[in-house]
């Protein structure tokens, strides 16, 4: 059939122009391929897959990008924009996997400079500028000049300096990065050593590394790109040491850009993975003394006056860790894109991709129809969902606490920091472990760069580390659990999310009332099992930590810790779950759209029931009948989705281009475009591969001349 192509010229040229090209550098059906084969391709490939798929949704999809987007509004502004990166020639990306690492990078500053001209030119809207950014979908230096520069300075920087910093922040007179981690110390803030000493003489701050372990080492754009960082260092003035503080340090020349004097920085070096997270600059940085001066200490929480004397507001000196939990709840905003992007790709294409189960030369069964397939994905295509709204309602509760805060009520930092801490950890570790599962679910083709998937997860499994490894913040939560538990004697009432455990009594003996699968479909029913669950292990550890009478409670908590982590990830799961339920709860419009959230919601629940069966059964919260009726209600539930799915991720309603991957096409035409791809690849920009002359041919012919002499 590809055979009977007529205008094969524009491949001869190209591949006669050089020596080691040639007309065999592709086989001939791929020039015809090129010329008209692709038609041809198309009339045979399995467009139609979809189209059926589509055609067997039982809700109405634009009503459900509704409900996922948030609002008609932001579907429709989001759809713009997308459309927008993805119709510039200068946003694509489908040959990044094959830069070098100087390139990548170059091709990183020239999106940035481009995106910056469109939002300008266009007078983009704050909103319509996030999106643009996010469709771009290239980590760099502008991440974290919006996302932790900025907002540093306006959550801790005073009125004036805010007024000073921003107007030039906001129009790229500087660009800023967020120093924070040290080649010594990540995770413990209060062990850096970088050390800023006020000098009474000159009135001002001299910033200094005072060791190796002292370099600034990770933060994202310092490397190459930034002029200017929050840093953040030990405050020491009248001979004392006063704990960390952030300051304004300029960083490079704004002329010229070199370094300034006492500054030594540069890039850290490559990263995992192709491509992927090596747009970033994360960079190392050294000072030698180097004098800023004294107004360039962020002074909104705390002062040094001109005499050198230190005066600390009376606000919480955790609200210096403000910029971390502004970024951890977007973190989960962005879990919930990155998950929704590889259960996408994992879903079209298991619904393309066909295997086994001819009937008489009919076709193959779709790998999405096996049960197996289903009950890997549907949980995973159910979290998306899950977190989406768990992470609008962070962003509310950020919002909410952000007002407290303005006005001096400091009574729910500590839900704040629980909520945004606990939902990173859990949301990113079960989003990269869902997109390397995705892969999977992809089989051999998965594995391909251009399936999207292996850039996606190399680019997203830091997440679970930065802002915040996730060991150590689910161990702040369980710290918190553990306080809440201790004062539940005293009768203090818990509140926001951990308000349940105040039904103490009843939770820790209550019994689950389920009798049949259809018995678990009951919002009530779950929000009990889980709610039991969670109190009941976090009750265990304490008791469990109190027992070690002979211990100190912090050794007893760190005997217990990985239990501990068990605990604050069921407290976790049990916000998920109920912040899924009360979405559903709510009104929502258009045809079969709350259904198919009720369904979403009840996989989602009895999936992390089904996994954490053991704690379920340990804590005596339900019984191995009632979780076997559990996972009999699960299968019904896939059935139940399997129909629905391609509509169900469609409505994300992601652009080819922001998807990145041949499988996960919109049309399904799978195939050929994998055909095309391979050919892109610069290994196949010769026949006779660079090398052979030196390497491959004496090879074989010391072969054949050994062989000949035997
Ligand atoms: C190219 C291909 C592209 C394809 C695909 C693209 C796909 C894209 C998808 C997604 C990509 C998204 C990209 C986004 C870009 C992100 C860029 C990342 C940038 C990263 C930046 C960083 O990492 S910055 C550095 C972050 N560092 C940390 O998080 C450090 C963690 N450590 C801490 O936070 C603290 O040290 C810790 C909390 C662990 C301990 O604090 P400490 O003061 O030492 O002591 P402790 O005794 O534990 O606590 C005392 C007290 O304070 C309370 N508390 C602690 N923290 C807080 C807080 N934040 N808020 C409020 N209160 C807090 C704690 O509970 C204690 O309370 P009490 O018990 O005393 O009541
Ligand atoms: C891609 C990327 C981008 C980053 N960008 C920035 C940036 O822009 N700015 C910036 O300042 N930083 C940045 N960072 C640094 C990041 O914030 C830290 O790497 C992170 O906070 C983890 O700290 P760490 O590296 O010290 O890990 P460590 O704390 O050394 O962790 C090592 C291991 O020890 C365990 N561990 C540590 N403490 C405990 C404990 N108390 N109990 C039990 N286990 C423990 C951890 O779970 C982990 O398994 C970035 C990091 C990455 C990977």
């Known amino acids: 059939m590809w055979r009977g192509g007529s205008n094969t010229r524009t491949c001869k040229r190209r591949f006669f122009s050089s020596p080691t090209r040639s007309r065999h550098h592709r086989p001939p059906y791929i020039c015809r391929l090129h010329s008209r084969g692709s038609q041809h391709l198309k009339a ?73 001209k469109r939002i300008v030119e266009l007078r983009l809207t704050e909103e319509e500028a996030d999106l643009l950014r996010q469709y771009v979908d ?4 502008v991440d974290l000049h919006w996302g932790m520069f900025v907002p540093a300075i306006k959550g801790q920087g005073t009125e004036e300096q805010q007024h000073k910093w921003l107007p030039l922040a906001y129009k790229f007179q500087i660009i800023g990065c967020y120093a924070q981690t040290e080649l010594g110390h990540g995770s413990n803030v209060q062990g850096l050593e970088t050390t800023a000493t006020f000098d009474p003489k000159t009135d001002e701050f001299v910033i200094h590394s005072p060791t190796l372990t002292s370099s600034k080492w990770w933060p994202g754009g310092l490397g190459k790109a930034s002029t200017h960082a929050v840093v953040y260092a030990r405050l020491i003035t009248e001979g004392k040491d006063y704990g960390i503080h952030g300051f304004i340090v300029q960083l490079r020349s704004l002329e010229d850009h070199s370094p300034l004097p006492g500054v030594t920085l540069g890039d850290i070096g490559g990263k995992f993975g192709s491509g992927a997270y090596n747009s970033m600059d994360n960079g190392v940085l050294r000072f030698d003394h180097v004098r800023i001066p004294r107004d360039q200490m962020l002074m909104r929480l705390s002062q040094v006056t001109r005499e050198g004397k230190y005066v600390h507001s009376n606000v919480p000196k955790q609200l210096l860790y403000g910029t971390m939990v502004y970024v951890r709840q977007s973190i989960v905003a962005d879990a919930s894109k990155a998950l929704s992007r590889a259960v996408c790709i994992a879903v079209r294409y298991s619904a393309v991709r066909k295997q086994f189960g001819s009937q008489d030369g009919g076709p193959e069964t779709q790998v999405l129809n096996y049960k197996t397939q289903q009950s890997r994905l549907f949980p995973l295509l159910a979290s998306a969902y899950a977190f989406r709204f768990v992470g609008d309602w962070l962003n509310w509760l950020y919002t909410d606490v952000t007002q407290k805060l303005e006005a001096k009520d400091f009574s729910t930092l500590q839900e704040a920091h629980a909520c945004t801490a606990g939902l990173k950890a859990v949301t990113t570790s079960v989003t990269a472990d869902a997109i390397e599962e995705c892969r999977k679910l992809c089989g051999g083709h998965g594995y391909l760069n251009s399936s999207g998937l292996p850039e996606l997860f190399a680019v997203y499994v830091p997440a679970c580390t930065y802002e915040g490894d996730n060991v150590v913040l689910l161990l702040q939560v369980a710290r918190i659990l553990m306080k809440t538990v201790s004062q539940l004697a005293s009768g203090k009432q818990p509140v926001g999310t951990m308000a349940y455990m105040g039904k103490v009594q009843y939770l820790m003996q209550c019994k689950s009332a389920v009798s049949s699968a259809e018995d678990w479909l009951n919002p009530d029913a779950i929000q009990e099992a889980f709610e039991a669950r969670a109190l009941r292990m976090a009750v265990n550890c304490a008791q469990n930590i109190s027992q070690a009478a002979s211990q100190e409670e912090a050794a007893g908590f760190y005997e217990r810790s990985p239990d501990l982590l068990e605990a604050a990830v069921a407290h976790i799961q049990l916000i998920i ?33 089904h996994k954490h069966l053991g704690d379920f059964l340990a804590t005596g919260c339900i019984t191995p009948r009632q979780g076997a009726l559990a996972n009999e209600q699960l299968g019904k539930l896939y059935a139940q989705v399997r129909p629905n799915a391609v509509a169900l991720v469609d409505a994300f309603n992601y652009t080819d281009h922001y998807l990145g991957s041949v499988l996960g096409r919109y049309d399904g035409d799978v195939y050929p475009a994998l055909y095309e791809e391979a050919w892109k690849d610069p290994l196949n920009e010769t026949v006779v591969p660079e090398g052979y002359h030196e390497y491959l041919r004496p090879l074989i012919k010391q072969q054949q001349l050994k062989l000949s002499r035997l």
């Not at 609002?71 to 759809?79: E, F, G, I």
């Not at 109920?578 to 369904?599: C, M, N, Y």
């Open 44 to 116: 045979m490939a399995e467009v139609d897959h979809l189209a059926a798929e589509r055609a067997t949704a039982r809700f109405d999809v634009e009503e459900m990008k509704v409900a996922w987007a948030g609002s008609r509004h932001a579907v429709h502004v989001a759809d713009r924009m997308a459309r927008l990166v993805a119709s510039d020639p200068v946003f694509r990306k489908d040959n990044r996997t094959m830069l070098s690492r100087k390139e990548l990078f170059k091709d990183t500053l020239r999106k940035a400079a481009h995106a910056w």
């Open 577 to 609: 779950v109920t912040k899924f339920i009360e979405k559903v709860h709510q009104e929502i419009p258009g045809h079969g759209v709350k259904e198919q959230l009720q369904a979403l919601c009840n996989v989602y629940a009895l999936y992390i029931l």
């Open 138 to 141: 290239q980590p760099g230096y």
